[in-house]
């Protein structure tokens, strides 16, 4: 098996990951925060520790860093708490449905509207676009850090900067992003989601919501938080105020052991790796007669993309020409990858696109035996 699907889950996750979560599920079994006996604190500890090696990797306060299922979860808590009667949405055109779907349900709930604009590799020109869709009545500018299509990067810095600018609140979806590319609250974002088992190398059921305190948040979730356990109302101190019910504590717990692992590397040897494994694969690529690929990695645009390459095999379907790689061993993703906006942006609406993305496991060696499989593919 060589497995290329790492922009949808990576895999396989560090050994100390696993390590971490099986010792987690009989160390720390207890309730965290629910109860005052040793067992419950000593689980309470374990999950804060990986609540600060999160912090410490988006430049936030630990209370501000909320523990959630996925990235998705995050986008909701985010966007829905933002909305306000009236209110308006700016986002780009290359959205994924986790945050597309929760503007649009705020939009249509509060009697909003949601302006895109086009996002471009010139990033004068992608900033440009999402100022001339701001209104007075702007809540939030709502942006991924990468396609999780084509892997073209947005300009955070300057875009953040815009929203200071214009006084709105500025939400990242660092689902394409977090653990390789350089996305931190210090550069300006207000909330930033990021999934927990993509580049952060964490287990599924895992993901953050990191909030710089700005914005005060409507909740979407009530309930049990082992706080202010006297009063009917839901506490306004984070990260309880977001953290109802027990959360995913053995998950969290191996979270922090994934981070461990990608400060080792570094995020910036890892994306060096993972790109430099794009560029082989584009380049072999653009040599088989009958690939087609949507966004080509070189030397000279690596600082505009995440790991991501987007291609089909001549006419046949997406689906069906993943299906034929995972029957060679090689195992990725076809389809539409839950961003329709994306695929009607490069025109492959109908047909969807195969994704290849690598994680810091892949090799050399297994790019060049894709290649020689595509080969024989679309030569037949």
Request: proline share 3%; aromatic share 6%.
């Given at each position: 098996m060589i497995y290329l699907d790492n922009a949808a889950t990576t895999f396989p996750k560090p050994q100390s990951v696993y390590?971490?979560?099986?010792h987690a599920m009989s160390a720390y079994g207890a309730n965290p925060g629910r109860s005052g006996h040793a067992f419950s604190q000593n689980t309470a500890e374990a999950v804060y520790q990986s609540r600060e090696k999160c912090a410490e990797l988006f430049g936030a306060e630990p209370e501000n860093t909320i523990f959630t299922l996925n990235c998705t979860h995050a986008l909701n808590f985010a966007i829905k708490g933002v909305a306000r009667n009236g209110c308006h949405f700016v986002t780009s055109d290359m959205e994924h449905n986790a945050s597309i779907r929760p503007v649009y349900a705020a939009v249509k709930s509060y009697g909003g509207s949601c302006t895109m604009f086009e996002a471009v590799e010139d990033e004068e020109q992608t900033v440009y676009n999402a100022e001339r869709a701001i209104r007075p009545n702007t809540a939030a500018l709502v942006c991924t850090a990468a396609s999780n299509v084509i892997g073209l990067r947005t300009p955070l810095r300057e875009l953040a900067a815009l929203c200071r600018r214009k006084k709105i609140c500025f939400i990242v979806d660092a689902a394409q992003g977090a653990?390789?590319?350089?996305?931190?609250?210090?550069?300006?974002?207000?909330?930033?989601?990021?999934?927990?088992?993509?580049?952060?190398?964490?287990p599924m059921g895992t993901g953050l919501m990191i909030m710089d305190g700005t914005y005060p948040l409507k909740t979407i979730i009530e309930g049990g938080t082992g706080s202010a356990s006297e009063s009917i109302t839901q506490p306004d101190f984070t990260p309880d105020r977001f953290e109802s019910g027990t959360i995913n504590t053995a998950g969290v717990i191996a979270l922090g052991e994934g981070v461990d692992f990608v400060n080792r590397l570094t995020p910036e040897?890892?994306?060096?790796?993972?790109?430099?494994?794009?560029?082989?694969?584009?380049?072999?690529?653009?040599?088989?007669?009958?690939?087609?690929?949507?966004?080509?990695?070189?030397?000279m645009n690596s600082d505009l993309y995440a790991p991501v390459v987007s291609f089909n095999i001549g006419d046949i379907p997406s689906t069906e020409g993943a299906a034929m790689l995972s029957s060679r061993g090689f195992y990725m993703r076809g389809g539409l990858h839950c961003?329709?906006?994306?695929?009607?942006?490069?025109?492959?609406?109908?047909?969807?696109?195969?994704?290849?993305?690598p994680s810091a496991f892949n090799t050399e060696r297994e790019v060049d035996m894709l290649l020689k499989a595509l080969e024989k593919i679309a030569l037949k």
């Open positions: 390590r971490k979560w099986a653990g390789t590319l350089p996305i931190t609250l210090k550069d300006g974002a207000n909330i930033i989601c990021a999934a927990g088992h993509k580049g952060l190398y964490g040897k890892i994306l060096a790796h993972e790109l430099a494994l794009c560029r082989r694969f584009c380049a072999g690529a653009e040599k088989i007669r009958g690939v087609r690929l949507y966004n080509i990695i070189t030397q961003a329709p906006l994306a695929h009607k942006k490069i025109g492959t609406i109908n047909s969807g696109t195969i994704r290849f993305s």
